[in-house]
Protein backbone atom coordinates (compact mmCIF):
# COMPACT_ATOMS: atom_id res chain seq x y z
CA UNK A 1 0.00 0.00 0.00
CA UNK A 2 3.08 2.28 0.99
CA UNK A 3 4.49 1.95 -3.10
CA UNK A 4 0.69 2.59 -3.99
CA UNK A 5 0.77 5.74 -2.24
CA UNK A 6 4.54 6.97 -3.03
CA UNK A 7 3.92 5.92 -6.85
CA UNK A 8 0.60 8.01 -6.81
CA UNK A 9 2.54 11.12 -5.67
CA UNK A 10 5.75 11.36 -7.27
CA UNK A 11 6.06 13.61 -9.91
CA UNK A 12 6.30 12.24 -13.34
CA UNK A 13 6.13 14.38 -16.90
CA UNK A 14 4.36 11.93 -19.28
CA UNK A 15 3.92 12.71 -23.18
CA UNK A 16 0.76 11.12 -24.76
CA UNK A 17 0.59 13.28 -27.73
CA UNK A 18 4.67 14.90 -27.82
CA UNK A 19 3.78 17.02 -30.41
CA UNK A 20 0.75 18.58 -28.91
CA UNK A 21 0.49 17.97 -25.34
CA UNK A 22 1.90 16.70 -22.31
CA UNK A 23 1.50 16.16 -18.89
CA UNK A 24 2.92 16.82 -15.40
CA UNK A 25 1.32 14.85 -12.43
CA UNK A 26 2.43 14.84 -8.76
CA UNK A 27 3.68 18.94 -9.07
CA UNK A 28 1.18 21.93 -8.55
CA UNK A 29 0.01 24.87 -10.62
CA UNK A 30 2.35 27.18 -8.79
CA UNK A 31 5.42 25.08 -8.77
CA UNK A 32 5.01 24.10 -12.38
CA UNK A 33 4.65 27.55 -13.75
CA UNK A 34 7.76 28.55 -11.40
CA UNK A 35 9.79 25.97 -13.22
CA UNK A 36 8.54 26.71 -16.71
CA UNK A 37 9.04 30.40 -16.61
CA UNK A 38 12.88 29.69 -15.32
CA UNK A 39 13.49 28.87 -18.74
CA UNK A 40 15.23 31.52 -21.34
CA UNK A 41 12.40 32.71 -23.56
CA UNK A 42 9.72 31.92 -21.59
CA UNK A 43 6.87 34.58 -21.11
CA UNK A 44 4.08 33.76 -18.68
CA UNK A 45 0.95 35.53 -18.79
CA UNK A 46 -0.15 37.55 -15.42
CA UNK A 47 -2.58 34.60 -14.79
CA UNK A 48 0.01 32.19 -15.42
CA UNK A 49 -2.20 29.79 -17.06
CA UNK A 50 -0.61 31.06 -20.45
CA UNK A 51 2.56 31.28 -22.03
CA UNK A 52 4.89 31.62 -25.11
CA UNK A 53 7.82 29.98 -25.89
CA UNK A 54 9.79 30.70 -29.38
CA UNK A 55 7.07 32.27 -30.37
CA UNK A 56 4.67 29.28 -29.97
CA UNK A 57 1.59 29.98 -27.78
CA UNK A 58 0.81 27.19 -24.88
CA UNK A 59 -1.59 26.80 -22.08
CA UNK A 60 -1.35 25.17 -18.71
CA UNK A 61 -4.58 23.44 -17.53
CA UNK A 62 -6.06 20.40 -15.48
CA UNK A 63 -7.66 19.23 -18.64
CA UNK A 64 -11.09 19.88 -17.44
CA UNK A 65 -10.94 16.72 -14.74
CA UNK A 66 -10.91 17.40 -11.03
CA UNK A 67 -7.59 16.57 -10.59
CA UNK A 68 -7.48 13.47 -11.66
CA UNK A 69 -4.48 12.91 -13.90
CA UNK A 70 -2.25 16.41 -13.99
CA UNK A 71 -1.87 19.51 -15.19
CA UNK A 72 -1.08 19.65 -19.24
CA UNK A 73 1.04 21.82 -21.20
CA UNK A 74 -0.53 22.13 -24.97
CA UNK A 75 -0.19 24.42 -27.61
CA UNK A 76 -2.40 26.81 -28.21
CA UNK A 77 -3.29 26.68 -31.84
CA UNK A 78 -3.66 22.76 -31.78
CA UNK A 79 -0.79 22.42 -34.60
CA UNK A 80 2.37 20.48 -34.22
CA UNK A 81 5.26 21.94 -32.29
CA UNK A 82 7.52 18.83 -31.42
CA UNK A 83 11.07 20.71 -30.84
CA UNK A 84 9.15 23.53 -28.54
CA UNK A 85 7.19 21.05 -26.37
CA UNK A 86 10.16 18.63 -25.59
CA UNK A 87 12.61 21.68 -24.60
CA UNK A 88 9.91 22.47 -22.09
CA UNK A 89 9.20 18.78 -21.02
CA UNK A 90 12.87 18.10 -20.87
CA UNK A 91 13.56 21.26 -18.61
CA UNK A 92 10.47 20.83 -16.57
CA UNK A 93 11.93 17.00 -16.18
CA UNK A 94 15.08 18.54 -14.84
CA UNK A 95 13.79 21.05 -12.21
CA UNK A 96 11.73 18.09 -10.41
CA UNK A 97 14.91 15.98 -10.51
CA UNK A 98 16.76 18.79 -9.07
CA UNK A 99 13.81 20.24 -6.87
CA UNK A 100 11.44 17.40 -6.28
CA UNK A 101 8.32 18.36 -4.39
CA UNK A 102 8.63 17.81 -0.34
CA UNK A 103 7.33 14.60 0.83
CA UNK A 104 4.91 16.46 3.31
CA UNK A 105 2.25 15.39 1.11
CA UNK A 106 2.90 11.45 1.67
CA UNK A 107 2.02 11.97 5.10
CA UNK A 108 -1.28 14.11 4.48
CA UNK A 109 -2.03 11.13 2.56
CA UNK A 110 -1.63 8.41 4.70
CA UNK A 111 -3.20 10.55 7.32
CA UNK A 112 -6.42 10.64 4.88
CA UNK A 113 -6.24 6.88 4.42
CA UNK A 114 -5.63 6.07 8.23
CA UNK A 115 -8.81 8.38 8.68
CA UNK A 116 -11.09 6.69 6.65
CA UNK A 117 -10.30 3.31 7.83
CA UNK A 118 -10.81 4.07 10.91
CA UNK A 119 -14.13 5.52 10.36
CA UNK A 120 -15.18 2.49 8.20
CA UNK A 121 -14.08 0.50 11.70
CA UNK A 122 -15.96 2.63 13.40
CA UNK A 123 -19.44 2.24 10.93
CA UNK A 124 -18.68 -1.38 11.45
CA UNK A 125 -18.18 -1.63 15.68
CA UNK A 126 -21.63 0.25 15.32
CA UNK A 127 -23.68 -1.67 13.60
CA UNK A 128 -22.78 -4.37 16.07
CA UNK A 129 -23.58 -1.95 18.56
CA UNK A 130 -20.46 -2.11 20.99
CA UNK A 131 -19.14 0.76 22.97
CA UNK A 132 -15.95 0.52 21.07
CA UNK A 133 -17.18 1.81 17.94
CA UNK A 134 -17.81 5.42 19.55
CA UNK A 135 -13.79 6.17 19.95
CA UNK A 136 -12.51 4.56 16.63
CA UNK A 137 -15.18 6.50 14.88
CA UNK A 138 -14.22 10.04 16.24
CA UNK A 139 -10.65 9.71 15.48
CA UNK A 140 -11.39 8.63 12.20
CA UNK A 141 -14.14 11.60 11.96
CA UNK A 142 -10.81 13.63 13.08
CA UNK A 143 -8.13 12.07 11.31
CA UNK A 144 -10.35 13.11 7.62
CA UNK A 145 -10.94 16.41 7.86
CA UNK A 146 -7.49 17.34 9.71
CA UNK A 147 -5.53 15.48 6.31
CA UNK A 148 -7.89 17.27 3.63
CA UNK A 149 -7.07 20.32 5.33
CA UNK A 150 -3.68 19.88 5.47
CA UNK A 151 -3.40 18.75 1.89
CA UNK A 152 -5.36 21.86 1.04
CA UNK A 153 -2.86 23.86 2.61
CA UNK A 154 0.15 22.01 1.33
CA UNK A 155 -1.06 22.13 -1.99
CA UNK A 156 -1.89 25.67 -2.33
CA UNK A 157 0.92 27.32 -0.07
CA UNK A 158 3.79 24.26 -0.13
CA UNK A 159 4.53 25.21 -3.95
Same mark, same amino acid.
Given at each position: MRALVKEALQAKVKAYNPEHSFVVSGVGDRRLCRYISQMPGVALTPKRDKFSFRGVEFSIDDGGDTGGDGLWVRTKDG /????? %? /??? &?? %? %?????IDAHP? @?? @?REVVIWLVLTGAFMVCVGV???TMH? /????? &?WAAGAISIPSGAGLFYIARKFAD
Open positions: /LPHPD %E /LRA &IR %E %EVERMP @SK @SCFAT /LTALP &I
